[in-house]
């Protein structure tokens, strides 16, 4: 394994997906819970990481209280929607604070382009459903100023933005409100992560001229796996608006709990986009296992051999990181 760990080391490893933050863990302490934090993303050679901020539960919108009591979060910071999000996004703030300078959020091309520069870990962060700003479009901005750069619309239920490709939500379109929040995303330069949105939501978002769309998370389709895995034909939307489609590591949405069938949605993916469409989208931290194998993101060089085996380097690269590298650098701004 040590030509695949050198490997790691030299190339920008990214990761379009962990919801580590909700966990209320130290993340600049190696932990033996969870899947991510700062020790073992070095570890594994992770320079770009996206880290979402979740403020409702699964998929009973009252859970999330509950679950954030149990991880011990401050009374003041579980009371709604939007202080939950303020409170995780402060708390990414202290923990790059408190790094040693080994990480810093990248809110813009700069930022990302000098992180990578000086070796450190680029935090990327973005929000998981648009109810966390409680109907107040102005909100968005707030969320701009302190560094989140992109937001999916809907999670794991409707809200009053849209809909959700949960089970039986009725495959929503986007709402007037849904509308207002995507014009301001643009006007911002938020991208949209559309990794929980329903078919009729997807279209919506699809139709508007100058909004940049990513996916975060998602399996295909066409590969077999679950209920929110993206069509082919969206697939080749994202391509052709120069986005980045994450693949998941969760069995769930894979078919099988194999490494195996992460390398099977990733070919797939791209055979339909592109080598330079497809990237890492593994839900760490998101209340689902990972394949056989793999413990935490220490084990990423798992992935990485198999796909090895099977394509050259530079394809390799580009799932790896590569992509991603570059749609946020043509996408943060700045």
């Keep these: 394994m040590g030509d695949v760990n050198e490997l790691h080391q030299r190339w920008c490893i990214a990761d379009g997906h962990a919801d580590s933050l909700m966990w209320n863990r130290d993340l600049c302490v190696r932990s033996d819970e969870g ?5 073992r993303l070095r570890e594994a050679g992770v320079k ?8 409702r539960g699964f998929p009973f919108i009252g859970g999330f209280p509950v679950f954030a009591a149990w991880r011990g979060w401050p009374r003041e910071a579980r009371a709604s929607e939007w202080t939950r999000a303020l409170w995780q996004l ?13 990480v810093r959020v990248a809110d813009s091309r700069q930022v990302l382009d000098d992180n990578l520069a000086q070796g450190r870990l680029s935090a990327v962060l973005g929000v998981e459903g648009g109810h966390a700003i409680e109907g107040k479009v102005e909100r968005l901005a ?37 509308h207002e929040v995507m014009e301001e995303m643009a006007r911002l330069g938020l991208s949209v992560d559309v990794a929980h949105a329903s078919e009729r939501t997807l279209e919506n978002l699809f139709s508007h001229p100058s909004v940049r769309y990513f996916c975060s998370h998602t399996g295909v389709r066409a590969a077999g796996g679950g209920w929110r895995n993206l069509s082919d034909a969206s697939l080749r939307f994202i391509a052709d608006r120069g986005g980045v489609v994450g693949i998941i590591f969760a069995p769930v949405y894979l078919g099988g709990d194999s490494v195996d069938d992460v390398v099977r949605h990733i070919e797939h993916a791209v055979d339909v986009m592109g080598e330079e469409g497809v990237g890492l ?11 056989k194998g793999m413990k935490d993101v220490t084990d990423l060089r798992l992935l990485t051999t198999a796909l090895l085996r099977r394509h050259p380097e530079s394809w390799v690269e580009r799932v790896m990181g590569g992509n991603f590298r570059r749609f946020f650098q043509s996408t943060l701004g700045g």
């Design 142 to 178: 707030e969320l701009h100023r302190r560094g989140v750069r992109f937001m999916g619309l809907t999670h794991l239920s409707n809200n009053d933005l849209g809909g959700s490709s949960f089970p039986m939500m009725g495959n929503r379109g986007l709402t007037t409100l849904g």
């Design 35 to 39: 899947h991510v934090d700062f020790p």
């Design 90 to 102: 402060e708390r990414m703030a202290e923990f790059c604070q408190r790094s040693g300078d080994t």
């Design 48 to 55: 770009l990481q996206c880290f979402t901020i979740v403020t």
């Design 281 to 291: 989208g593994s839900d760490y931290d998101g209340m689902v296992p990972l394949p």
